[in-house]
């Protein structure tokens, strides 16, 4: 029967002359009471979570891979700053994913203290990020396994990674690929030994990794902590503009203006380990686009066009390493700088370690109007990376020359009118060596 018998038919089925009719028309009501069910991108404002489910690749994911949950892959302790623990994180799990295997849920370290090995602080995994909820988001393309899935039948096959000149990629990726077949792939564990997972060689392009990052979700009471902060720079921008009359609300609307209120964060890299790195970076890349003085960070964000009068500045800074008591000063008139002391939030970062603290940090950062960081940095990179996979998801593809809602800049490159270079994530790129180390190409 063609479609054109069904077109007698009336609202609600009345009259149906045959089957195959009914069917149709149960597909049409299905597909319309589907597109009311499924949610619009809110604005922003809430957890850039929301923004950012892989819940779209979950199909996909499964098509690509069906991860085993009987054979694992178990790495080193995970070290550094929060971001390179997230990269080094990503490294493990796809290769395991490489490995057909489960990796076994690694320590992280909650301090900053990478040297001595008797101060890394171990932290468990899901005392930072969800457990299930990574699962979930990642199912079918990685997953992350707990010690206790172990049967322990074949016991550990021990792994060491090579180092140095003649341990190339090709031979990384040989290496990786014979543990796919016998007898290495029999033994229900292969443990890494050796160096940090962020020093692997990669063989995986940026995409596999936003993939990764996409799935991490931190447990909600650091979640919470973050929207704390955000509230509370939304909430001091909002009576700054209300005690110069600029905002036109009434005062029964405090709480939802300060939900409303702009602000800038900036990524404010002048610390003491910092600046002894870039230097030495500038001098082995002959370039001089690395290190940025506070002076010319504060000049060059004065600079960004669009910035309204009181508009809330947020400098993030690890406080523990900062020997600059000067960051709030010499500001461009009408930008409230504020740091974690002066903003009056203190009380919620000092109670954690050095981890929690900078995981707040991004997540604040994440949450910004406008971020502005250093292109060199991992941090400012991987907040640039999920900004831009929120931009492209809202069907905005560049951002270089046109006005975007979330812009990013990169404060140690020059841009136009004395500002800050507008920085996009290259999504396309074949390894994350851009990202994991720095680049003064930044899609712009």
Known sequence: MDFAHCKHLRFLGRHMHSVACRCLLLVFLSLVFSAFLCPTIPGFGGSLN?????????????????????????????VWGLNNQKIAFARACLTARMLNRTLLMPSLSASLFYKEIDLLQ????????????????CNGFVQVGRYSDLSNRTGAFELPKGSGRKWTVERDLNQLKECREDPTDGFEVIRIVGKNPFLWHDHWPVKDYAKVFECLVLVDEIAE????????????GSKARRKTDVLEKNE???????QLTPFVAVHMRIEKD????????????????????????????????????????????????LEDPSILSGWKEGLLPFEKKKLGVWDIYK????????????????????????????????????????????????????DVRWPSYAYNILGEAGGPQKWFTDMSGSSLQAISYGSNNISC
């Open 122 to 137: 171990p932290i468990s995994f899901d005392r930072v990020f969800q457990f299930e909820r990574f699962n979930s988001l």
């Open 252 to 258: 029964t609307l405090k709480d939802s203006s300060s």
């Open 225 to 236: 902590e973050a929207e704390k902060v955000v509230y509370k720079i939304r909430e001091l």
């Open 351 to 402: 109670k954690y370690p050095y981890l929690i603290k900078s995981a707040i940090d991004y997540e604040v950062c994440l949450r910004a109007d406008a971020f502005v960081g250093n292109s060199f940095s991992t941090f400012s990179n991987l907040i640039v990376l999920e900004r831009t996979q929120r931009m492209i998801r809202m069907g905005v593809t560049r951002s270089c020359g046109v």
């Open 274 to 321: 910092w600046m002894i790195h870039c230097k030495k970076l500038e001098q082995r890349s002959n370039t001089s686009q690395i290190c940025s003085s506070k002076e010319e960070i504060v000049e060059r964000v004065g600079h960004i066009g669009g910035l309204g009068y009181h508009t809330v500045v947020y400098v993030a800074v690890a406080d523990s390493l």
């Open 50 to 78: 929301s923004f950012m489910s892989v819940d779209t690749y979950s199909s996909q994911s499964r098509l690509e891979s069906v991860v085993r949950k009987d054979k694992f892959l178990e790495v080193p302790q995970i």
